[in-house]
């Protein structure tokens, strides 16, 4: 006689997920959830827009206008050391971008 426990088929599902949303974060895809990565499977083709780009998930700077007339460079070195030390997206986004200047 062989008795089974149908628990381990409904956790085996979620850490399949899980572990598949955590595997594609860390190449840089962001899957907003279990909905979306199921839906994956369906798409047949992508469409994107004229410069064929995709969102990446990451804020990047696209221009920088200061409105009292300070030089670009001297305006994001000064927001770049404020936000150093900030683990926030938008401020990790600025001190890159003063690097990279």
Do not use: W
């Not at 001297?74 to 936000?83: N, V």
């Amino acid at each position: 006689m062989i008795i089974a426990c149908p628990c381990a088929l409904v956790l085996s599902t979620p850490v399949a997920v899980f572990s598949a949303i955590g595997n594609a974060t860390s190449h840089g895809i962001v899957i907003k959830g279990a909905k979306y990565l199921e839906e994956i499977g369906k798409i047949k083709a992508i469409a994107m827009d004229k410069t064929r780009t995709l969102t990446k998930g990451e804020p990047q700077i696209s221009d920088i206008i200061s409105l009292n007339g300070t030089d670009e460079n001297t305006f994001l070195a000064c927001i770049a050391g404020m936000e150093q030390y900030s683990e926030h997206p938008i401020a990790r986004c600025v001190v890159q971008e003063a690097q990279k200047r």
